[in-house]
């Protein structure tokens, strides 16, 4: 899976991931994180998520980064937002308020682009990486947010019966990659797949739906 694959995806409308509403495992926990609301959160694979405006209500700064210009333009159209648009070396910044969209790939992505942070919101962005990929966007995480508390939401099925992307990520995943620099809180388990047809349709079984917060051990 390479940057081409998601543009593809964007260009043909295949975005089945995206949410038309707000998150709700981000509005019932986004609280346990004890955040000011002042606090900088980073969304990575952002796509055009509602998520970002949410955040941005509860009077944090935001950013997200994402590589594809499709998504990152509908979102401030759909949203009747006019963004302030400039170029760095390696992104593209759309800035409308508090929210800031970093058009780009989130590898080649550098701590002193983003500054400090104070929390993570992590919806689809491990699910929509294959196995071979998330240990190194789990140690890119690490570096761009090292010491930040994060909300993750995972699904959880029998890979053998799906082919991702969205990925099946386990709660044994989750502590492979995670363990060594936070502290791991289930939040949650919901069954999800009685209201997910077109998972049903390409033969899964079982689906859950994780909710995790990780807490920094440093």
Not at 141 to 170: I, K
Request: aromatic share 10%; glycine share 6%.
């Amino acid at each position: 899976m390479d940057p081409q694959f998601w543009l593809e995806r964007w260009d043909n409308n295949q975005i089945g991931f995206h949410q038309d509403e707000i998150n709700t495992h981000l509005q019932r926990f986004w609280p346990q994180l004890g955040l000011a609301p002042d606090s900088h959160v980073f969304v990575p694979l952002a796509g055009k998520t509602l998520d970002l405006l949410w955040l941005a209500a509860q009077g944090h700064r935001v950013t997200g980064v994402e590589i594809s210009e499709r998504a990152v333009r509908a979102f401030f159209d759909e949203n009747d937002l006019t963004p302030q648009v400039r170029d760095t070396d390696g992104f593209r910044l759309w800035q409308a308020g508090e929210i800031t969209l970093m058009e780009g790939d989130y590898f080649d992505l550098m701590p002193e682009e983003l500054g400090p942070l104070d929390a993570v919101f992590d919806r689809a962005s491990l699910i929509a990486l294959p196995p071979a990929m998330r240990p190194g966007y789990a140690r890119q995480l690490q570096r761009l947010a090292p010491a930040c508390p994060v909300l993750l939401v995972t699904l959880d099925y029998d890979q053998d019966e799906m082919d991702g992307p969205p990925f099946a990520v386990s709660a044994g995943e989750v502590e492979q990659l995670y363990a060594a620099s936070h502290r791991i809180s289930p939040l949650d388990v919901l069954d999800v797949l009685a209201e997910n047809a077109r998972f049903r349709e390409r033969g899964l079984t079982r689906l859950e739906e994780r909710v995790y917060r990780l807490a920094p051990l440093a």
